[in-house]
C-alpha cells in the first residue's frame, strides 16, 4: 500500500525567506506527483504536477524536484510572502501494476506560516 | 473557464437519513475523482469514474455509500442512513482523460451529522 510521508508537519517562517517541504512516498510505481496547497475552510489548489519522467517543474517561485527511484519530492518555495500560508499537500497517482493505481494518495500536508 | 463545482456547500443531516452530493466536473474532463477528507484519516480516495463507468470503487467506505454519473458529466454521490463518522469535507475533481492527467478540484461538500 502506497504511504505517502510529508516533512515538517507544520513550519513557521518571516517573511522573505526561502524554504522547502519535504514528501517522500514509499511504492516508486507511480505516474505523476502532484502539490496542491489548501487554504482554510477551501478546496485545493494544484500548484504543480510532474510526470514520473521529469526530473522537476516550475511555476513563478515555486519549484519541485522528484527523484522517483528514492521516493522523494521536494517543493521550493522562493522569497516566501504572507499570502504564502496555506496548508501544502503532495499526492502521487500510481501507475497500473502498483499500489495506488488511478487514484491520488495524499500525505498529511505541511501547515506553512509566513509572518509579516 | 469554469473550474469544478459542487453543491450543496453545507449540508446538515441527521443521523440515519440519506444525502445526495453533487459534482460538475470542468467541461470536456472524461475522468471524475471523489475523496473525503477529515480529521482523523487526512484525504481519502473513494472512487474514481472514466467516462460513465468506475472501474475503481475500492475506496467506497461502506454499502451505504454509492455514486453515479451520466452523461459522462455530472455525478451523485449518495450516503444512505448517514452515521456521524460520515462527516466530513466530501470533494471532487476532474482530470481531461485519463489517470495520468492534472486533477483539479472543486470546494468541498462539507457534511455534518448529527
Known amino acids: 500500500k502506497q504511504e505517502v510521508t510529508q516533512i515538517p508537519a507544520a513550519l513557521s517562517v518571516p517573511e522573505g525567506e526561502n524554504l522547502v517541504l519535504n514528501c517522500s512516498f514509499t511504492?516508486?510505481?507511480?505516474?505523476?506527483l502532484q502539490w496542491f496547497r489548501q487554504d482554510p475552510g477551501k478546496g485545493l489548489t494544484s500548484l504543480l504536477l510532474?510526470?514520473?519522467?521529469?526530473r522537476e517543474q516550475t511555476s513563478g517561485r515555486l519549484n519541485a524536484s522528484l527523484d522517483k527511484s528514492s521516493g522523494r519530492s521536494t517543493l521550493y518555495i522562493a522569497a516566501s510572502q504572507p499570502g504564502d500560508s496555506a496548508t501544502y499537500l503532495c499526492?502521487?497517482?500510481?501507475?497500473?501494476?502498483?499500489?495506488?493505481?488511478?487514484?491520488?494518495?495524499f500525505g498529511q500536508g505541511t501547515i506553512l506560516t509566513v509572518h509579516p | 473557464g469554469a473550474g469544478v463545482s459542487q453543491s450543496p456547500s453545507n449540508k446538515v443531516t441527521e443521523k440515519g437519513k440519506d444525502v445526495e452530493l453533487r459534482c460538475d466536473p470542468i467541461?470536456?474532463?472524461?475522468?471524475l475523482y471523489w475523496y473525503r477528507q477529515s480529521l482523523g484519516q487526512g484525504l481519502e480516495f473513494l472512487i474514481y469514474?472514466?467516462?460513465?463507468?468506475?472501474?475503481?470503487k475500492s475506496g467506497l467506505p461502506s454499502d451505504r455509500f454509492s455514486a453515479e454519473r451520466t452523461g459522462g458529466s455530472v455525478s451523485t454521490l449518495t450516503i444512505q442512513r448517514t452515521q456521524q463518522e460520515d462527516s466530513a469535507v466530501y470533494l471532487c475533481?476532474?482530470?481531461?482523460?485519463?489517470?495520468?492527467?492534472?486533477?483539479?478540484f472543486g470546494p468541498g461538500t462539507r457534511l455534518t451529522v448529527l
Open positions: 475533481a476532474s482530470s481531461l482523460s485519463s489517470v495520468i492527467d492534472e486533477q483539479f
Open positions: 511504492d516508486s510505481a507511480i505516474y505523476n
Open positions: 510532474i510526470q514520473s519522467s521529469q
Open positions: 499526492a502521487v497517482i500510481g501507475s497500473a501494476g502498483g499500489t495506488s493505481y488511478g487514484k491520488l494518495t
Open positions: 467541461s470536456g474532463h472524461t475522468a
Open positions: 469514474f472514466q467516462g460513465n463507468s468506475a472501474p475503481d
